[in-house]
T-cell receptor, first 111, second 116 residues
Framework: GNSVTQMEGPVTLSEEAFLTINCTYTATGYPSLFWYVQYPGEGLQLLLKATKADDKGSNKGFEATYRKETTSFHLEKGSVQVSDSAVYFCALRTGANNLFFGTGTRLTVIP | GAVVSQHPSRVICKSGTSVKIECRSLDFQATTMFWYRQFPKKSLMLMATSNEGSKATYEQGVEKDKFLINHASLTLSTLTVTSAHPEDSSFYIC????????????FGPGTRLLVL
């Protein structure tokens, strides 16, 4: 079946620190992989995506590389800002339009 | 992307009552909307796919008579939790399928339901 496992939070970092949020997946077929972000009081927003192995998705300084050999899609950012404080969800989709989400990781960046 | 709103943002009700949650696509005509549920420290779980003008498609294990979905227009879908019980307390989130098709979903901010 399809499932997504991401690191449990919460994660607290100082501004300008390096961020990694781990995400691994199990899927039938060849999934597309996504990271969504939810800022306080708002809906989930697509942050980045990758549709095939070795693709790198990037947006707003965040990056994630689709690693088929390790079934991973870890989210990274070199220097976080206070405005990056949010909940981050890893997700996958195979074929049909159903998205399978991880449990979410809350990130708090302190000045 | 589409702007999606949900109302109410949170609701507290007594056990046995019914609660209606609205999901509106403010600037986009949505033929397809999705309803998710999230328990604390758990993943978002797809409950059903709502298609404008037709019956919703429910995921396995979701009681369609318990969670009534109506998608009467291209901008509004409603989820009614009937005869709510404390175990129905959860965070309910809707999303709208974008013009790009199945890959893109725009999410509402969610509705927190607490059943006493």
């Amino acid at each position: 079946g399809n499932s997504v496992t991401q690191m449990e939070g919460p994660v607290t970092l100082s501004e300008e620190a390096f961020l990694t949020i781990n995400c691994t997946y199990t899927a039938t077929g060849y999934p597309s992989l996504f990271w969504y972000v939810q800022y306080p009081g708002e809906g989930l927003q697509l942050l980045l995506k990758a549709t095939k192995a070795d693709d790198k998705g990037s947006n707003k300084g965040f990056e994630a590389t689709y690693r088929k050999e390790t079934t991973s899609f870890h989210l990274e950012k070199g220097s976080v800002q206070v405005s990056d404080s949010a909940v981050y969800f890893c997700a996958l989709r195979t074929g049909a339009n159903n998205l399978f989400f991880g449990t979410g990781t809350r990130l708090t960046v302190i000045p | 992307g589409a702007v999606v709103s949900q109302h109410p943002s949170r609701v507290i009700c007594k056990s046995g009552t019914s609660v209606k949650i609205e999901c509106r696509s403010l600037d986009f005509q949505a033929t397809t909307m999705f309803w998710y549920r999230q328990f604390p420290k758990k993943s978002l779980m797809l409950m059903a796919t709502s298609n404008e003008g037709s019956k919703a498609t429910y995921e396995q294990g979701v009681e369609k008579d318990k969670f009534l979905i109506n998608h009467a227009s291209l901008t509004l879908s409603t989820l009614t939790v009937t005869s709510a019980h404390p175990e129905d307390s959860s965070f309910y989130i809707c999303s709208v399928a974008g013009a790009g098709g199945k890959e893109t979903q725009y999410f509402g901010p969610g509705t927190r339901l607490l059943v006493l």
